[in-house]
């Protein structure tokens, strides 16, 4: 299986802050790199898939970028809505591998 | 537009088995495979399989191959995924999720189903 990291594993920020989160991949994933916004008690939401393709409808303050094994998320200038936990997921081989999440915070 | 309804709460004794629903509206059911994804209490996201609806074939992470079963009824563009043998580490909040051809990337995901299994 593919082994997924993120680092930090949480951070505490402000608004207005910007905030890079970084996730690992064990192997070569090329750009099968996804990014997903979770909120408790609430579904997953797509930011970004394909490593830094913006999905329709989320801000364009959520940018991703790398390849290969190292990709990261950026939040430009981060609002209220944006505290919550970020996971990276590839889907490049079988399992589907979501990295441990990210807790973004209030600082 | 594009919506995924998933059945109610679930309460399992351990050994059992359960069936979560995934019912598809919105856009071609046989057009996108299915993924299911769980959330245990206090963890992370852990993806289960797919499935594709059109040709019913599935693939399935190794730690739950032969205890889940994924199935579809075109008919009605519905989804099920079942675990059987289920164990106190089965409690989670369960999900299905579209996902997109290309990069199998989740784009729409149900409410969740909460599966509690305790004696």
């Known amino acids: 299986d593919i082994q997924m990291t993120q680092s930090p594993s949480s951070l505490s920020a402000s608004v207005g802050d910007s905030v890079t989160i970084t996730c690992r991949a064990s192997h070569n994933i090329i750009t099968y790199l996804h990014w997903y916004q979770k909120k408790p008690g609430k579904a997953p939401e797509l930011l970004i898939y394909?490593?830094?393709s913006l999905e329709r409808g989320v801000p364009s303050r959520f940018g991703g970028s790398g390849s290969g094994t190292d990709f990261t998320l950026t939040i430009s200038s981060l609002q209220p809505e944006d505290f919550a936990t970020y996971y990276c997921q590839q889907s490049y081989n079988v399992p589907f591998t979501f990295g441990p999440g990210t807790k973004v915070d209030f600082k | 537009q594009v919506q995924l309804v998933q059945s109610g709460a679930e309460v399992k004794k351990p050994g059992a088995s359960v069936k979560v629903s995934c019912k598809a509206s919105g856009y071609t059911f046989t057009g996108y495979f299915i993924h299911w994804v769980r959330q245990a209490p206090g963890q992370g996201l852990e993806w289960i399989g797919w499935i594709n609806p059109n040709s019913g074939g599935t693939n399935s992470a190794q730690r739950f191959q032969g205890r889940v079963t994924m199935t579809r009824d075109t008919s009605i563009n519905t989804a099920y995924m079942e675990l059987s043998s289920l164990t106190s580490d089965d409690t989670a909040v369960y999900y299905c999720?579209?996902?997109?051809?290309?990069?199998?990337?989740?784009?729409?995901w149900g409410q969740g189903t909460r599966v509690t299994v305790s004696s």
């Open positions: 999720a579209r996902a997109q051809a290309a990069q199998q990337q989740e784009d729409y």
């Open positions: 394909g490593a830094s």
